[in-house]
């Protein structure tokens, strides 16, 4: 099925910028893929997207997108797009996140909500709502033609062009292909030219999304839903449970990272089972097994978190194949980073190819990967850092500097602007390239 919408006359603040004449497929249309379509046609390329879901389906419970995606969203249409968000996010500028110790409960700290620019919003809420807002925006306000249900059999390319075959044999070609599929895309055979396979990363996460009904019942648990939006996190060995309610506590949603080595060979969600939830916390804080009571069980999934060790390169050898969000560098979700910095991707190889034109596709894309390729490593890791932070947490330490155990907001991170940064960069990698 092919969804192309129709234009509102809105292009998103860029209605001066020239067609480049080049033609871009998109594999995949999550947030990295729908960021990179929407910053295509931003940047004047011809853009669509080709996605194996045959229907698009609220799924998912939380995510977060820092300022430095807030920055993105909100060039679309001139604060259009941030506007639509809005109501679907959480809002903590009065409440904060308390940060509990596991066995006790006591809220060692409460770290203040910073307050965010308006042009660099910061937003979480759910998945699969934020997502139907961009979704919606790239089919209607942007008219990108997005092809749902249409499976990738292969990717090729060569000198000149590539392309994707699907699996009912037909061959779609362009100047370039953005694979933005997910940690197990074929694209990544073409870019690596071997099969390699997600690893374990000791973890796994069970997550929950539910109605506040049960929680209002109860007087232990209601404090949580009638005072607005609230985030609370317990953090104990090896483990950490953050628990939220938002849209005004209407709705609630947990999640509970804890070790695992589940063999992830073939998938990496599973139903989840309370009983098991229950048990990892029977030595935590009661509250805490008093807020997982309230969860339905079949809004309960328990997801492997993948590990994939960095990649060389994330560009095929003819340079016509670009990884793109979690199909080049899956990141922790204690980086609070994965679908922003697949955003910033998106923005950056747009930039490139506009900045290179139709005659040099291949020097932009490796322009693009050593643009963003350090910031990328080194903001992965602090999804590391993060989780050891809170697994291995010495509370003496905490008592004289209860600081320490704040979330980490780097400015590093969240100030930096991935479209100006790429038209600055630019010239300069190019030059090193072809010097190289």
């Excluded at 020239?18 to 046609?41: Q, R």
């Excluded at 997108?65 to 969203?73: M, S, V, Y």
């Excluded at 016509?320 to 199909?327: A, P, Q």
């Amino acid at each position: 099925m092919t969804i192309n919408g129709h234009a509102n006359g809105q292009t998103n603040g860029s209605a001066g910028r020239p067609k480049t004449g080049i033609k871009v497929i998109v594999v995949g249309a999550g947030f990295g893929g729908l960021g990179a379509a929407i910053e295509c046609h931003r940047q004047g390329h011809d853009v669509e997207i080709y996605e194996a879901f045959g229907e698009l389906k609220s799924l998912g419970d939380i995510i977060s997108f820092g300022p430095n995606a807030g920055r993105i969203f909100h060039r679309w249409s001139n604060g259009e797009v941030a506007k639509r968000m809005r109501p679907l996010s959480i809002d903590l500028r009065n409440y904060g996140f308390n940060i509990h110790k596991y066995d006790t409960g006591e809220i060692v700290i409460n770290q203040k909500t910073p307050q965010y620019a308006e042009d660099a919003p910061n937003f979480n809420g759910h998945r699969g709502e934020l997502h139907e807002v961009v979704f919606n925006y790239a089919k209607d306000d942007l008219s990108i033609p997005i092809h749902l249900g249409h499976k990738i059999k292969r990717y090729f390319e060569d000198e000149k062009e590539a392309g994707i075959i699907l699996e009912s044999g037909e061959k779609i070609v362009a100047d370039v292909v953005l694979a933005s599929d997910g940690v197990r895309s074929k694209a990544r055979k073409s870019v690596l030219g071997y099969e390699d396979k997600p690893k374990s990363s000791g973890y796994a996460v069970w997550r929950a999304w539910f109605p506040n009904k049960d929680m209002l019942a109860d007087p232990e648990t209601a404090q949580f839903c009638n005072n607005g939006d609230t985030f609370n996190g317990w953090i104990g060995p090896d483990m950490h449970f953050l628990f939220s309610t938002i849209k005004n506590g209407s709705d609630c949603c947990w999640v509970l990272t804890h070790p695992d080595e589940h063999d992830i060979d073939e998938s990496w969600s599973f139903p989840g089972k309370l009983s098991e939830v229950k048990e990892a916390l029977k030595d935590w804080d009661p509250l805490c097994t008093r807020i997982i009571s309230k969860t339905p069980e079949e809004m309960l999934v328990d997801w492997k978190l993948v590990y994939r060790d960095p990649l060389p390169t994330w560009v095929s050898p003819s340079g016509r194949i670009l990884l793109l969000g979690d199909s080049a560098h899956p990141f922790l979700p204690t980086s609070a980073q994965g679908a922003t910095q697949a955003l910033e991707d998106g923005v950056v190889i747009a930039v490139c190819l506009r900045r290179g034109g139709k005659d040099n596709v291949p020097v932009s894309v490796r322009a693009h990967e050593k643009i963003r390729y350090d910031r990328v490593r080194q903001t992965q890791k602090t999804g590391e850092s993060t989780r050891d932070m809170w697994h291995k947490t010495d509370w003496e330490k905490v008592k004289k500097n209860p600081e320490i155990i704040q979330f980490p907001r780097q400015d590093w991170i969240f100030e930096f602007d991935a479209e100006k940064n790429a038209e600055e960069t630019y010239d300069e990698v190019v030059k090193e390239i072809r010097a190289a």
